[in-house]
């Protein structure tokens, strides 16, 4: 007799975790138009494709300087509007290795939005936080470091709700924000494009 309201609880809570938002998903492929491109390809054939990226974030230091040249890890951002989820491309070596989703995307603003300190949270990616903020007010290069990440942050398809911190390897930099005399600076890690880490610095100051 007790089969019947433990069946609805079932039911009730898939339906629940259907409703939930999920994670940013990986996947093979991303359309452009009438164009597919998938993993393994060049990243002259994502530009054919797909036109530059609205941000291309570059994971070496120094830069790539000559003109069509790719640094050895690149991540780009496709921004196709607000109708459209942001796509993130990840390119080793000058091969597409991973395609994420960022969310829907947005209309590309001459100037960036209002931006405060609370604007600025963990898992924020970097091409949101230039929408949203702009330039830092200054930045730190770090390189690759090895970082104790959860578990779920590198599960492809879903999240993974197994307890406990991986070592990876990410490329850190720091991000110093100035929001004027009556905030404390924002001083925010990013790890592999996306905001780590968010802390107070000193008392902020009004730029002469």
Not at 35 to 41: D, G, S
Not at 133 to 152: D, K, S
Not at 176 to 182: I, L, Q, R
Request: hydrophobic share 40%.
């Amino acid at each position: 007799m007790f089969v019947r309201p433990l069946l609805g609880a079932w039911v009730a809570m898939v339906l629940l975790l259907g409703l939930a938002p999920r994670a940013a998903q990986a996947g093979d492929s991303m359309r452009c138009g009438s164009r597919i491109v998938t993993v393994e390809a060049r990243a002259a054939d994502i530009l054919a494709a797909c036109g530059d990226p609205a941000y291309r974030d570059i994971y070496s230091w120094p830069a790539p300087r000559l003109p069509g040249e790719v640094a050895d890890v690149e991540q780009w951002t496709y921004n196709f509007g607000r109708n459209q989820l942001l796509h993130v491309l990840k390119l080793r070596h000058g091969r597409l290795v991973d395609i994420r989703t960022d969310g829907y995307g947005f209309a590309a603003a001459a100037r960036p939005g209002r931006c405060d300190s609370g604007s600025i949270a963990e898992g924020l990616s970097k091409y949101r936080l230039l929408a949203a903020c702009g330039e830092p007010f200054t930045r730190r290069t770090m390189g690759y470091v090895t970082a104790l990440q959860p578990r779920h942050r590198h599960q492809h398809g879903g999240w993974n709700t197994s307890r406990g911190h991986i070592p990876v390897e990410v490329f850190r930099e720091e991000w110093v924000y100035n929001f004027g005399s009556n905030q404390f600076l924002r001083i925010v890690t990013i790890e592999d494009g996306v905001v780590a880490e968010v802390d107070n610095g000193e008392r902020g100051f009004n730029p002469r």
